[in-house]
């Protein structure tokens, strides 16, 4: 679709043409005078400030090979922890085990193994619980306690 060209439209177009090559329009080229900073809008929602130049990460410096290295702990102490723990709750997150007990990832995941099950399927997915024959009497009340309300509704 093409615009209808007559005398008007013509001389309207000219005058649109001159007036934008006039020198005292208000349009012009305005020189920054930082220009390491630049406002850069994304999508219209989220204003940051960008910057032009490489920022330096101010990173705490250690020694080589000893960052937040975890300590082994002794394998029945762990073990009596762990079940310390399964009698407090009977289901575990593996992050959660391993923030409460500070040990290294595969080490703990070894011991877990050995005497925990982790449940893939169910509302309780992923989760690490006792072995039948580890779990307490205590812990197998607590179990059945929590099971009969739910099994109720």
């Not at 999508?43 to 960008?50: A, E, K, R, S, V």
């Not at 702990?73 to 009698?87: C, G, N, P, T, V």
Request: proline share 5%; hydrophobic share 35%; aromatic share 6%.
């Amino acid at each position: 679709m093409q615009p209808h060209v007559d005398s008007s439209y013509l001389e309207n177009s000219r005058r649109r043409m001159a007036a934008a090559s006039k020198p005292g329009t208000k349009r012009g080229i305005q020189i920054m005078e930082d220009t390491t900073e630049v406002i850069k809008l994304g999508m219209g929602t989220n204003h940051q400030l960008y910057t032009f130049q490489k920022e330096k990460k101010n990173k705490p410096t250690q020694p080589q090979g000893q960052a937040n290295r975890r300590v082994r702990m002794d394998r029945d102490q762990l073990e009596a922890e762990l079940l310390l723990k399964f009698e407090k709750a009977p289901h575990w997150h593996f992050t959660q085990l391993q923030k409460e007990m500070d040990q290294p990832v595969t080490y703990l995941k070894e011991v877990l193994n050995e005497m925990c099950v982790q449940i893939k399927l169910g509302p309780n997915k992923d989760l690490w619980e006792l072995k039948k024959h580890l779990q307490t009497a205590a812990t197998q009340q607590a179990a059945v306690a929590a099971a009969a309300p739910a099994a109720a509704n």
